[in-house]
Protein backbone atom coordinates (compact mmCIF):
# COMPACT_ATOMS: atom_id res chain seq x y z
CA UNK A 1 0.00 0.00 0.00
CA UNK A 2 1.35 3.56 -0.85
CA UNK A 3 1.08 4.92 2.71
CA UNK A 4 3.39 7.67 4.23
CA UNK A 5 3.39 6.88 7.92
CA UNK A 6 5.41 10.42 8.41
CA UNK A 7 2.67 12.27 6.85
CA UNK A 8 1.94 15.05 8.98
CA UNK A 9 -1.62 14.45 8.22
CA UNK A 10 -1.91 10.63 8.49
CA UNK A 11 -0.29 11.44 12.58
CA UNK A 12 -2.62 13.92 13.09
CA UNK A 13 -5.24 11.68 12.08
CA UNK A 14 -4.73 8.11 11.07
CA UNK A 15 -8.26 7.20 11.45
CA UNK A 16 -9.34 7.14 8.17
CA UNK A 17 -6.68 5.23 6.64
CA UNK A 18 -6.74 2.67 9.58
CA UNK A 19 -10.89 2.36 8.07
CA UNK A 20 -9.23 1.93 4.75
CA UNK A 21 -6.44 -1.06 5.79
CA UNK A 22 -8.90 -3.25 7.56
CA UNK A 23 -11.19 -3.00 4.65
CA UNK A 24 -8.19 -4.71 2.36
CA UNK A 25 -7.99 -7.38 4.46
CA UNK A 26 -5.83 -8.31 7.70
CA UNK A 27 -2.40 -7.07 6.99
CA UNK A 28 -1.45 -4.37 4.31
CA UNK A 29 2.30 -4.26 3.14
CA UNK A 30 3.53 -0.55 3.62
CA UNK A 31 6.53 0.04 1.76
CA UNK A 32 8.34 2.93 3.82
CA UNK A 33 11.90 2.37 4.89
CA UNK A 34 12.22 -1.28 4.81
CA UNK A 35 8.61 -2.34 4.21
CA UNK A 36 6.48 -3.63 7.00
CA UNK A 37 2.89 -5.14 7.64
CA UNK A 38 0.68 -3.50 9.28
CA UNK A 39 -2.18 -5.13 11.24
CA UNK A 40 -5.04 -3.04 12.07
CA UNK A 41 -8.24 -5.03 13.15
CA UNK A 42 -9.13 -5.92 16.19
CA UNK A 43 -9.12 -9.73 15.58
CA UNK A 44 -6.22 -9.85 13.59
CA UNK A 45 -3.92 -7.42 16.29
CA UNK A 46 -5.18 -9.88 18.87
CA UNK A 47 -4.08 -13.01 16.59
CA UNK A 48 -0.67 -11.49 16.32
CA UNK A 49 0.15 -10.68 20.13
CA UNK A 50 -0.76 -13.85 21.10
CA UNK A 51 1.48 -15.84 18.67
CA UNK A 52 4.32 -15.56 20.28
CA UNK A 53 5.99 -18.11 18.44
CA UNK A 54 5.14 -16.92 14.67
CA UNK A 55 5.74 -12.95 15.65
CA UNK A 56 8.52 -12.55 17.95
CA UNK A 57 8.99 -9.41 19.61
CA UNK A 58 12.85 -10.01 19.49
CA UNK A 59 12.11 -8.14 15.93
CA UNK A 60 14.87 -4.69 16.21
CA UNK A 61 14.53 -1.64 15.15
CA UNK A 62 12.45 0.05 12.68
CA UNK A 63 14.33 1.10 10.07
CA UNK A 64 12.94 4.78 9.31
CA UNK A 65 16.05 6.71 10.19
CA UNK A 66 19.37 5.02 8.10
CA UNK A 67 21.93 7.19 9.43
CA UNK A 68 24.97 8.51 6.74
CA UNK A 69 28.22 7.43 6.82
CA UNK A 70 29.39 10.46 8.59
CA UNK A 71 26.96 10.40 11.31
CA UNK A 72 27.48 6.92 12.10
CA UNK A 73 31.61 7.63 12.30
CA UNK A 74 30.18 10.56 14.92
CA UNK A 75 28.49 8.17 16.63
CA UNK A 76 31.32 5.54 16.79
CA UNK A 77 33.62 8.62 18.66
CA UNK A 78 31.19 8.62 21.38
CA UNK A 79 30.53 5.41 21.90
CA UNK A 80 32.33 4.46 25.39
CA UNK A 81 35.34 1.61 24.68
CA UNK A 82 32.97 -1.15 26.27
CA UNK A 83 29.76 -0.07 24.00
CA UNK A 84 26.80 1.83 24.97
CA UNK A 85 25.32 -0.30 27.83
CA UNK A 86 22.10 -1.99 27.85
CA UNK A 87 22.27 -3.31 24.18
CA UNK A 88 20.15 -6.56 25.05
CA UNK A 89 16.87 -7.93 24.79
CA UNK A 90 14.29 -7.69 27.57
CA UNK A 91 11.17 -7.60 28.62
CA UNK A 92 9.49 -5.75 25.34
CA UNK A 93 11.88 -7.09 23.05
CA UNK A 94 12.68 -10.62 24.22
CA UNK A 95 10.42 -14.11 23.95
CA UNK A 96 9.96 -16.81 26.23
CA UNK A 97 11.55 -18.05 28.05
CA UNK A 98 14.05 -15.10 28.94
CA UNK A 99 11.00 -13.24 28.67
CA UNK A 100 9.50 -14.88 31.59
CA UNK A 101 12.21 -14.31 33.63
CA UNK A 102 12.24 -10.83 32.90
CA UNK A 103 8.76 -10.91 34.26
CA UNK A 104 9.09 -12.33 37.45
CA UNK A 105 12.00 -10.15 38.16
CA UNK A 106 10.32 -6.83 36.94
CA UNK A 107 6.85 -7.06 38.00
CA UNK A 108 8.00 -7.68 41.43
CA UNK A 109 8.42 -3.24 41.13
CA UNK A 110 4.46 -2.72 39.85
CA UNK A 111 2.82 -4.91 42.50
CA UNK A 112 -0.41 -3.46 43.80
CA UNK A 113 1.59 -1.98 46.95
CA UNK A 114 4.08 -0.62 45.06
CA UNK A 115 2.00 1.56 42.50
CA UNK A 116 -0.04 2.60 45.97
CA UNK A 117 3.09 4.18 47.75
CA UNK A 118 3.20 6.50 44.91
CA UNK A 119 -0.32 7.90 44.96
CA UNK A 120 -0.06 10.60 47.61
CA UNK A 121 3.34 12.45 46.07
CA UNK A 122 0.80 11.93 42.75
CA UNK A 123 -1.40 14.15 43.66
CA UNK A 124 1.08 16.10 45.79
CA UNK A 125 3.00 16.87 42.22
CA UNK A 126 -0.50 17.38 40.91
CA UNK A 127 -1.49 19.93 43.64
CA UNK A 128 1.43 21.94 43.19
CA UNK A 129 1.35 22.33 39.29
CA UNK A 130 -2.12 23.52 39.58
CA UNK A 131 -1.02 25.99 42.29
CA UNK A 132 1.05 27.72 39.64
CA UNK A 133 -1.62 28.87 37.39
CA UNK A 134 -3.64 31.88 37.32
CA UNK A 135 -7.14 32.20 36.42
CA UNK A 136 -7.60 33.07 33.15
CA UNK A 137 -4.53 32.80 32.06
CA UNK A 138 -3.09 30.98 29.21
CA UNK A 139 -0.63 28.25 30.15
CA UNK A 140 0.43 25.41 27.50
CA UNK A 141 -0.86 22.20 29.54
CA UNK A 142 1.93 20.07 28.11
CA UNK A 143 4.57 21.90 29.56
CA UNK A 144 2.83 22.34 33.02
CA UNK A 145 1.40 19.55 33.42
CA UNK A 146 1.61 16.82 31.46
CA UNK A 147 4.92 16.39 31.12
CA UNK A 148 6.44 16.93 34.90
CA UNK A 149 4.05 15.22 36.36
CA UNK A 150 5.09 11.43 35.15
CA UNK A 151 8.21 12.87 34.78
CA UNK A 152 8.44 13.41 38.21
CA UNK A 153 6.77 10.70 39.18
CA UNK A 154 8.77 7.94 37.40
CA UNK A 155 11.93 9.77 38.58
CA UNK A 156 10.82 9.95 42.45
CA UNK A 157 10.28 5.83 41.49
CA UNK A 158 13.92 5.03 39.85
CA UNK A 159 15.46 7.78 42.78
CA UNK A 160 16.63 10.35 40.92
CA UNK A 161 17.20 13.33 42.75
CA UNK A 162 15.22 17.12 42.03
CA UNK A 163 18.25 18.45 40.64
CA UNK A 164 18.47 15.67 37.87
CA UNK A 165 14.68 16.27 36.95
CA UNK A 166 15.52 18.60 33.93
CA UNK A 167 18.42 15.83 32.88
CA UNK A 168 16.07 13.09 33.18
CA UNK A 169 13.49 14.64 30.96
CA UNK A 170 15.91 15.14 28.47
CA UNK A 171 17.25 11.90 28.22
CA UNK A 172 13.58 10.41 28.00
CA UNK A 173 12.93 13.09 24.97
CA UNK A 174 16.13 11.15 23.37
CA UNK A 175 15.30 7.43 24.39
CA UNK A 176 12.08 8.11 22.17
CA UNK A 177 13.09 10.23 19.47
CA UNK A 178 13.87 7.99 16.64
CA UNK A 179 10.43 5.71 17.64
CA UNK A 180 8.54 5.84 14.21
CA UNK A 181 10.03 8.71 13.48
CA UNK A 182 12.01 10.18 10.46
CA UNK A 183 15.38 11.99 11.92
CA UNK A 184 18.22 14.20 10.83
CA UNK A 185 21.85 13.02 11.17
CA UNK A 186 22.30 15.57 13.91
CA UNK A 187 18.98 14.71 15.67
CA UNK A 188 20.37 11.13 15.46
CA UNK A 189 24.06 11.72 16.49
CA UNK A 190 22.38 14.26 19.72
CA UNK A 191 20.12 11.81 20.63
CA UNK A 192 23.19 9.20 20.89
CA UNK A 193 24.91 11.37 22.97
CA UNK A 194 21.67 11.67 25.36
CA UNK A 195 21.61 7.62 25.71
CA UNK A 196 25.47 7.49 26.35
CA UNK A 197 24.63 10.33 29.50
CA UNK A 198 21.79 8.25 30.64
CA UNK A 199 24.26 5.05 30.65
CA UNK A 200 26.63 6.65 33.15
CA UNK A 201 23.98 8.00 34.96
CA UNK A 202 22.08 4.19 35.29
CA UNK A 203 25.43 2.86 36.05
CA UNK A 204 26.18 5.15 39.15
CA UNK A 205 22.43 4.45 40.78
CA UNK A 206 22.90 0.69 39.66
CA UNK A 207 26.31 0.64 42.16
CA UNK A 208 24.99 2.98 43.93
CA UNK A 209 21.38 0.94 44.90
CA UNK A 210 23.21 -2.64 45.11
CA UNK A 211 26.01 -0.87 47.76
CA UNK A 212 23.09 0.07 49.58
CA UNK A 213 20.99 -2.97 50.03
CA UNK A 214 17.48 -3.47 49.28
CA UNK A 215 14.71 -0.89 49.12
CA UNK A 216 11.36 -0.29 48.24
CA UNK A 217 12.08 2.28 44.69
CA UNK A 218 11.98 0.60 41.58
CA UNK A 219 16.19 1.30 40.67
CA UNK A 220 16.70 -0.87 44.16
CA UNK A 221 14.13 -3.68 43.01
CA UNK A 222 15.56 -4.17 39.94
CA UNK A 223 19.00 -4.26 41.07
CA UNK A 224 18.13 -6.69 44.10
CA UNK A 225 15.15 -8.46 42.35
CA UNK A 226 16.30 -12.48 42.77
CA UNK A 227 14.35 -15.59 41.29
CA UNK A 228 12.73 -17.45 44.30
CA UNK A 229 13.15 -21.03 44.64
CA UNK A 230 9.92 -22.63 42.41
CA UNK A 231 10.95 -19.86 39.72
CA UNK A 232 14.21 -21.15 39.31
CA UNK A 233 13.31 -24.63 39.21
CA UNK A 234 10.57 -23.76 36.59
CA UNK A 235 12.89 -21.85 34.55
CA UNK A 236 15.90 -24.35 34.68
CA UNK A 237 19.52 -23.82 36.15
CA UNK A 238 20.60 -21.72 33.42
CA UNK A 239 18.05 -18.71 33.82
CA UNK A 240 20.21 -16.22 35.50
CA UNK A 241 18.50 -15.21 39.10
CA UNK A 242 19.39 -11.65 38.82
CA UNK A 243 19.23 -8.81 36.38
CA UNK A 244 22.46 -7.77 34.79
CA UNK A 245 23.16 -4.42 34.38
CA UNK A 246 22.94 -4.60 30.77
CA UNK A 247 19.23 -5.70 31.16
CA UNK A 248 18.87 -2.88 33.99
CA UNK A 249 19.88 -0.28 31.44
CA UNK A 250 17.77 -1.64 29.15
CA UNK A 251 14.27 -1.90 31.25
CA UNK A 252 15.55 1.75 32.60
CA UNK A 253 14.73 2.91 28.71
CA UNK A 254 12.02 1.31 28.22
CA UNK A 255 10.56 2.51 31.52
CA UNK A 256 11.37 6.08 30.63
CA UNK A 257 8.95 5.32 27.46
CA UNK A 258 6.27 3.65 29.73
CA UNK A 259 6.69 5.86 32.37
CA UNK A 260 6.68 9.16 30.69
CA UNK A 261 6.18 9.84 26.77
CA UNK A 262 2.93 7.41 26.94
CA UNK A 263 1.39 9.35 29.95
CA UNK A 264 2.46 12.48 28.90
CA UNK A 265 0.35 11.43 25.89
CA UNK A 266 -2.67 10.21 27.30
CA UNK A 267 -3.11 13.27 29.35
CA UNK A 268 -3.06 15.68 27.02
CA UNK A 269 -4.67 14.09 24.19
CA UNK A 270 -7.40 13.36 26.86
CA UNK A 271 -8.09 17.40 27.70
CA UNK A 272 -8.67 17.64 23.98
CA UNK A 273 -11.27 15.00 24.41
CA UNK A 274 -12.76 16.43 27.21
CA UNK A 275 -12.80 19.49 26.05
CA UNK A 276 -15.23 18.19 23.02
CA UNK A 277 -17.09 16.59 25.99
CA UNK A 278 -18.40 19.30 28.49
CA UNK A 279 -20.60 16.69 30.25
CA UNK A 280 -18.07 14.69 31.57
CA UNK A 281 -16.47 17.24 33.10
CA UNK A 282 -19.25 18.26 35.12
CA UNK A 283 -19.73 14.35 35.20
CA UNK A 284 -16.51 14.06 36.93
CA UNK A 285 -16.67 17.00 39.34
CA UNK A 286 -20.25 15.60 40.75
CA UNK A 287 -19.11 12.30 40.64
CA UNK A 288 -14.93 11.56 41.17
CA UNK A 289 -16.21 7.36 40.94
CA UNK A 290 -16.42 7.85 37.20
CA UNK A 291 -13.55 8.57 36.58
CA UNK A 292 -11.61 5.79 35.89
CA UNK A 293 -14.46 4.65 33.00
CA UNK A 294 -12.98 8.02 31.45
CA UNK A 295 -9.68 7.41 31.88
CA UNK A 296 -9.95 3.93 30.15
CA UNK A 297 -11.99 5.60 27.27
CA UNK A 298 -9.58 7.71 27.04
CA UNK A 299 -6.83 5.26 27.01
CA UNK A 300 -9.32 3.59 24.02
CA UNK A 301 -9.43 7.21 21.86
CA UNK A 302 -5.66 7.90 22.78
CA UNK A 303 -3.39 4.30 22.88
CA UNK A 304 -0.42 6.60 23.32
CA UNK A 305 1.89 3.24 22.09
CA UNK A 306 -0.37 3.48 18.82
CA UNK A 307 2.07 0.78 17.19
CA UNK A 308 3.75 -2.28 18.37
CA UNK A 309 6.48 -4.30 16.37
CA UNK A 310 7.17 -8.00 15.75
CA UNK A 311 9.11 -9.93 13.36
CA UNK A 312 7.77 -13.22 11.49
CA UNK A 313 10.07 -16.38 12.62
CA UNK A 314 8.56 -18.29 9.48
CA UNK A 315 6.71 -17.63 6.55
CA UNK A 316 3.19 -17.40 7.04
CA UNK A 317 -0.44 -17.13 4.77
CA UNK A 318 -1.86 -14.72 7.80
CA UNK A 319 -5.26 -14.72 6.37
CA UNK A 320 -4.28 -13.91 3.17
CA UNK A 321 -1.18 -11.72 3.73
CA UNK A 322 1.93 -13.85 2.54
CA UNK A 323 4.35 -13.22 5.28
CA UNK A 324 8.03 -14.17 4.98
CA UNK A 325 10.84 -15.38 7.73
CA UNK A 326 12.18 -12.22 9.12
CA UNK A 327 9.49 -9.51 7.86
CA UNK A 328 8.52 -6.87 10.12
CA UNK A 329 5.04 -6.61 11.58
CA UNK A 330 3.70 -3.60 13.01
CA UNK A 331 0.63 -3.95 15.06
CA UNK A 332 -1.67 -1.12 15.28
CA UNK A 333 -3.29 -0.83 19.07
CA UNK A 334 -4.52 2.74 18.06
CA UNK A 335 -6.51 0.83 14.95
CA UNK A 336 -7.85 -1.88 16.76
CA UNK A 337 -9.12 0.56 19.25
CA UNK A 338 -11.24 2.13 16.92
CA UNK A 339 -12.63 -0.70 15.12
CA UNK A 340 -15.90 -0.31 14.78
CA UNK A 341 -16.93 -4.01 15.17
CA UNK A 342 -16.14 -3.73 18.63
CA UNK A 343 -16.20 -0.13 19.68
CA UNK A 344 -19.61 1.06 17.99
CA UNK A 345 -19.16 5.15 16.63
CA UNK A 346 -15.16 4.25 17.53
CA UNK A 347 -14.47 8.53 17.63
CA UNK A 348 -17.25 9.39 19.51
CA UNK A 349 -15.95 9.67 23.46
CA UNK A 350 -18.17 7.59 25.54
CA UNK A 351 -16.97 6.50 28.86
CA UNK A 352 -20.15 4.33 29.49
CA UNK A 353 -19.51 1.64 26.65
CA UNK A 354 -19.63 -2.03 28.31
CA UNK A 355 -16.81 -3.46 26.53
CA UNK A 356 -14.23 -1.33 27.56
CA UNK A 357 -12.39 -4.31 28.81
CA UNK A 358 -11.31 -5.17 25.23
CA UNK A 359 -9.43 -2.09 24.82
CA UNK A 360 -5.95 -2.69 23.75
CA UNK A 361 -3.62 0.45 24.70
CA UNK A 362 -1.79 -1.83 26.94
CA UNK A 363 -1.19 -4.77 24.64
CA UNK A 364 -2.30 -8.26 26.11
CA UNK A 365 -1.17 -11.76 26.89
CA UNK A 366 2.24 -11.73 27.86
CA UNK A 367 3.52 -8.86 26.96
CA UNK A 368 1.13 -6.84 28.66
CA UNK A 369 2.77 -3.60 30.10
CA UNK A 370 3.86 -4.22 33.66
CA UNK A 371 3.45 -0.30 34.32
CA UNK A 372 -0.35 -0.44 33.00
CA UNK A 373 -1.63 0.39 37.20
CA UNK A 374 1.03 2.69 37.72
CA UNK A 375 -0.33 5.19 34.33
CA UNK A 376 -4.07 4.68 35.62
CA UNK A 377 -3.01 5.46 38.64
CA UNK A 378 -1.34 9.04 37.56
CA UNK A 379 -4.43 9.25 35.26
CA UNK A 380 -7.03 9.05 37.81
CA UNK A 381 -5.06 11.07 40.32
CA UNK A 382 -4.75 13.95 37.83
CA UNK A 383 -8.30 13.57 36.65
CA UNK A 384 -9.39 14.10 40.42
CA UNK A 385 -7.35 16.88 41.61
CA UNK A 386 -8.25 18.74 37.53
CA UNK A 387 -11.50 18.63 38.27
CA UNK A 388 -11.59 19.44 41.78
CA UNK A 389 -9.49 22.95 40.82
CA UNK A 390 -10.71 23.83 37.69
CA UNK A 391 -14.64 24.38 37.26
CA UNK A 392 -13.30 24.49 33.43
CA UNK A 393 -11.13 25.18 30.91
CA UNK A 394 -10.92 26.43 27.22
CA UNK A 395 -8.48 25.64 24.59
CA UNK A 396 -8.64 28.60 21.94
CA UNK A 397 -6.75 26.43 18.58
CA UNK A 398 -8.29 23.06 18.85
CA UNK A 399 -8.38 22.89 15.40
CA UNK A 400 -4.53 23.81 15.20
CA UNK A 401 -2.63 21.59 17.33
CA UNK A 402 0.76 21.05 16.22
CA UNK A 403 1.54 16.70 16.30
CA UNK A 404 5.22 15.46 16.27
CA UNK A 405 6.70 13.54 14.02
CA UNK A 406 5.94 9.93 15.27
CA UNK A 407 3.44 7.30 14.03
CA UNK A 408 4.45 5.06 17.13
CA UNK A 409 4.00 7.64 19.38
CA UNK A 410 2.17 10.24 18.32
CA UNK A 411 1.81 13.08 20.71
CA UNK A 412 0.53 16.81 20.80
CA UNK A 413 4.18 19.12 21.31
CA UNK A 414 2.00 22.12 22.90
CA UNK A 415 -1.49 22.41 23.97
CA UNK A 416 -2.77 26.37 24.83
CA UNK A 417 -5.08 26.04 27.41
CA UNK A 418 -7.11 28.60 30.06
CA UNK A 419 -8.10 27.49 33.44
CA UNK A 420 -11.42 29.63 33.36
CA UNK A 421 -12.25 29.66 37.26
CA UNK A 422 -10.21 27.88 40.56
CA UNK A 423 -12.25 25.87 42.70
CA UNK A 424 -12.26 25.88 46.30
CA UNK A 425 -10.24 22.60 47.42
Known sequence: MNLDVFDPEFIRCPFPAYDQLRKTG?????????????????????????DVETFSSQSGPLATTVPS??????????????????????????????????RKLISRAFTPSSVKRYEDLTRQICRELIDRWADGEEIDFVAEFAVPLPVRVIAAALDVSDDRIDDFKRWSDASVSGIGADLSDDEVVDAYQQMVELADFTQAQIERKRAAGPAEDIMSVLVHARLDQADQAALGDQAAAQL?????HSIVRQLLVAGNETTTNLLTQSMVLLHGRRDWWTKMQADPTVIPAVVEEALRCTSPSAVNQRACTRDINFHGAEMSEGDIVLVGYLAADHDPGVFPNPESFDPERNNLGDLLAFGRGIHYCPGASLARMEARVAFEELTAALDSYSIPDENELEWNSSFQLRAIRRLKCIPVTKRRR
Do not use: C, M
Open 26 to 50: AAAYVSEGKGFWLVTGHEHVREVIG
Open 69 to 102: DAALARIAELTPPGGLRGRVNTLLTLDPPGHTRN
Open 244 to 248: TDDEI
